[in-house]
């Protein structure tokens, strides 16, 4: 059994949500340019403090990304 927001699904209600069918699934994919590096900048130290947390917390430097920023 699995606890979901204080609510407990059973098997087969996992079971049953587990067979319905995908929805909104894009048709037409659309090839987009690669990330500008001021964007991935601005993510980067956006994201660091948190990513610094979850590798610390899962003890995991995989989340840890190579950064080139001024911390």
Do not use: C, G
């Not at 610094?52 to 080139?68: A, F, I, P, R, T």
């Amino acid at each position: 059994m699995v606890v979901v927001a204080r609510h407990a699904l059973s098997d087969a209600m996992l079971n049953r949500i587990a067979r319905n069918d995908r929805r909104n699934v894009s048709l037409k994919k659309t090839k987009v340019d690669a990330m500008l590096q001021s964007t991935r900048k601005i993510l980067r130290e956006l994201y660091y403090p948190f990513n610094v947390d979850l590798s610390l917390l899962l003890h995991d430097n995989k989340y840890l990304w190579d950064v080139d920023i001024e911390v």
